[in-house]
Each structure stands twice: as C-alpha cells, then as structure tokens.
C-alpha cells in the first residue's frame, strides 16, 4: 500500500523524494494504513534520531574514560 514517495520518504532517499514530486507525486497521498507521505517520513526521522542516541550511548559506555 505504499508509494513510491512513501518508500523513498521512508528510506530518507532526499533525492528520488524531490524527483517524484517534480513529476507530479502527490505528498498528500495516503497508504492504505492511512500514513500520508509526511507522516511516514516524520517517523522514519524519530526512528533514526533514536536509533543514533542509543549508539551514541552505548559508544559512551564502552569509552575507557567512562566512569560508572
């Protein structure tokens, strides 16, 4: 259920997002969950924020100067 803006916005593919939507891809289209493109590409961001701080963390914690 997904387009191809949706899989590109997801993926975080800046590039092909910009393509589509100079041709024509609508940012407002849903997927069949109901996700606009917006939507997919907002979560897709937080995953990956979260994702960097937790190995930024856990490269902290395995830094010798790391005290516990």
Do not use: W
Not at 10 to 31: F, T
Not at 37 to 54: K, W, Y
């Amino acid at each position: 259920g997904n387009t191809a803006l949706h899989v590109a916005a997801r993926g975080g593919h800046l590039a092909v997002v910009a393509v589509l939507m100079e041709g024509g891809a609508d940012p407002c289209a849903q997927n069949k969950e109901g996700e606009t493109v917006e939507r997919v590409a907002t979560m897709a961001v937080r995953e990956f924020l979260h994702r960097s701080r937790i190995s930024s963390l856990e490269a902290v914690s395995r830094s010798p100067d790391y005290d516990t």
